[in-house]
């Protein structure tokens, strides 16, 4: 009766991948979380952004021959209607929703795009909105890896 010390054939060879082809790059799915914690980051600054232009015209300074033409307040109040819901699909994300991913992208356009017509306002702090942007939904649309490993592990 002695017993033997190799591993059954089974043991040493490396995990099967997936059912349905690519496991998915582990830098999307790191950025997937990554794409989660900047949106809700993202969004709060938006809050702060938009209260900020809210309770006080003169925050930020006007551009008089801007084409697009809205008061400073009118864009506190897209900013932090943007920030809310930006914070609530960040907030999604993270917690593993199916939903959240897809909004994630559309929302992230959105608030890219409304940056972009905020330049004039706060040119830098545009720039970087954007650079944000343009990585959350960079991460969002490359992440491959099943949803229900993803939710189960974190």
Request: charged share 15%.
């Amino acid at each position: 009766m002695s017993q033997s010390s190799t591993p059954p054939p089974s043991a040493s060879r490396p995990a099967e991948p997936r059912p349905g082809g690519d496991p998915g790059s582990p830098w999307a799915a790191g950025g997937t979380v990554f794409a989660g914690v900047l949106l809700f980051v993202d969004g709060v600054l938006g809050v702060l952004k938009g209260i900020a232009g809210i309770a006080s015209n003169d925050v930020y300074t006007r551009i008089n021959d801007y084409v697009f033409k809205f008061s400073v307040t009118s864009w506190g109040w897209i900013h932090l209607i943007l920030g809310v819901v930006l914070i609530l699909v960040g907030w999604g994300i993270l917690k593993g929703a199916a939903w959240a991913r897809g909004a994630g992208v559309a929302l992230a356009s959105l608030n890219l795009i409304a940056n972009f017509m905020w330049l004039p306002y706060t040119p830098v702090w545009a720039i970087v909105t954007i650079a944000i942007d343009v990585f959350v939904i960079w991460a969002l649309c490359t992440d491959r890896s099943d949803r229900d490993d993803w939710a189960r592990s974190g």
